[in-house]
């Protein structure tokens, strides 16, 4: 099937977008770049592309749009804000957790699964320092409800209404927050008050170099 003038500039653009930064186009980027009228357009004619196999998408997911046979390097994942690495700080209800990005972040994309829905926060504290996770860092987190024994998690505190990073355990009556740092205390919560947010699947670092 011949694609149309229009969905061939959409493709070259895609294919020059993902070469120069590394990462898909969102629809506002290809809509203000070949000029079309609205989003809506945009997704007339991506939707047209996909049903013709020049180009996949991943449902959700801003920057998800990949030219058959052009890679992505990276991912673009939604920096929501801040979390402590040391007292619990306030954050996002529930409700508003999503759907607010102060900004994004690239993280390769051999490393997020195309199924995993995930968010980033930057890290205020040293209480996971002795887990490579230090005050600055950028966590990237599977957005889940569970987790297992032993795994970095955003937990959210039902009482306070605030969360933490800390490394969680299960125990008889309690739920055991774990620093990774010796000179902290673990938190202790009832298990009925204590709700993961996410897991933890990437650090990135920042490295600052000061100039002479």
């Known amino acids: 099937m011949r694609v149309s003038d229009t969905r061939q500039r959409i493709v070259e653009f895609i294919r020059d977008f993902v070469e120069q930064k590394g990462y898909a186009p969102t629809m506002g980027e290809v ?4 000029g079309l009228s609205s ?3 945009v997704e007339y004619h991506l939707k047209a592309l996909e049903e013709e196999g020049v ?3 991943e449902p959700q997911v801003a920057r998800g749009i990949e030219v058959s046979g052009v890679g992505r390097r990276a991912r673009a994942v939604p920096l929501l804000g801040t979390i402590a690495a040391g007292e619990p700080i306030p954050v996002p209800t529930e409700d508003t957790w999503y759907s607010v990005a102060h900004e994004t972040v690239e993280v390769p994309a051999e490393t997020l699964p195309r199924q995993v829905q ?6 205020k504290g040293t209480s996971m320092i002795d887990a490579f996770v230090d005050d600055g860092d950028i966590v990237v987190l599977e957005a889940t409800r569970t987790a297992e024994n032993g ?3 955003a937990a959210w505190l039902t009482d306070s209404q605030e969360t933490t990073l800390k490394k969680l355990y ?3 009556g309690r739920i055991r ?3 990774a740092n010796r000179s902290m205390a673990p938190i202790y919560v009832d298990p009925d008050k204590v709700r993961v947010q996410g897991r933890v699947i990437a650090v990135l670092r920042k490295y600052f170099v000061e100039s002479l």
Do not use: D, G
């Open 31 to 34: 809509q203000t770049a070949l």
């Open 39 to 41: 989003k809506s357009l």
């Open 55 to 57: 180009i996949t998408r």
């Open 118 to 123: 995930a968010y980033a926060l930057r890290v």
């Open 151 to 153: 795994e970095m998690v």
């Open 170 to 172: 299960r125990e008889p």
């Open 177 to 179: 927050l774990q620093p």
